[in-house]
């Protein structure tokens, strides 16, 4: 059974710390993505990646970064958590996009909490 | 303007109604896919599609390409199904989110 797994399903941290979350698939997909999910504005896309090494800002990468030293691994770090960063964190992979075909694939969230 | 509307935000059902859920969209894409999200965060695809019409069990789902709409129905809703569903839009690696339809279905 194929599986997309985020290292904590709930995270309380301190403003100003740093912090890492951490997503691995092991369906040897190239494309790995970020997303955070607040109430009535749905997923918005903070970083992506395409390849080991690769990666893409997405549409709020502000206060984040990102690691991929392997490709089943992509690691998100806030820097300096703030209040604003109080979010759900989802991370995703699929296979390229070819034609739209590729099914999408979810870990089960971190609800990242900071104080 | 978001990029994918969904309607409506919220939806409370009884149980073995029958329930459709609406995504409109603006931009190309390629595919479309229906998403759902249980308590706990966890999400799982439904399904994808590109054209036409597909098919699981009581879930139907349907893309107009030239009006850009889509559609899910559910026949037969039941409390299991209670669910946040989301409207995600695709072009190449370009991914676009609805911030979903909360369902509810009371016993």
């Known amino acids: 059974d194929v599986k997309v797994t985020q290292s904590s399903r709930y995270l309380v941290k301190r403003t100003g710390e740093k912090v890492f979350l951490e997503c691995v698939q092991d369906?040897?997909?190239?494309?790995m993505f970020w997303y955070r999910q607040d109430p009535g504005l749905g997923l918005r896309l903070i970083y992506f990646?395409?390849?080991?090494?690769?990666?893409e800002k997405g549409d709020i990468p502000e206060g984040y970064s990102v690691s991929r030293e392997k490709k089943e691994r992509f690691s998100l770090i806030l820097e300096s958590a703030s209040t604003n960063q109080t979010s759900m964190y989802l991370c995703?992979?699929?296979?390229?996009?070819?034609?739209?075909?590729?099914?999408?694939?979810f870990g089960s969230g971190t609800q990242l909490s900071v104080l | 303007k978001n990029e994918v509307e969904q309607s409506p935000q919220n939806l409370t059902a009884q149980e073995g109604e029958f329930i459709t859920i609406n995504c409109s969209y603006s931009?190309?894409?390629?595919?479309l896919h229906w998403l759902q999200q249980h308590p706990g965060g966890g999400i799982v695809s439904l399904f994808m599609?590109?054209?036409g019409k597909k098919k699981h069990g009581r879930l139907i789902a349907t893309i107009n390409i030239q009006e850009k709409h889509s559609s899910l129905h559910i026949t037969a809703s039941h409390p299991r199904d209670s669910a946040v569903y989301i409207c995600?839009?695709?072009?190449?690696?370009?991914?676009?989110f609805g911030a979903g339809t909360r369902l509810t279905v009371k016993p």
């Open positions: 995703a992979s699929t296979a390229p996009f070819f034609n739209g075909s590729e099914k999408l694939f």
């Open positions: 369906m040897d997909h190239e494309n």
């Open positions: 990646s395409y390849d080991v090494k690769m990666k």
């Open positions: 931009v190309g894409i390629s595919a």
């Open positions: 599609l590109s054209s």
């Open positions: 995600a839009v695709c072009n190449n690696n370009d991914m676009r």
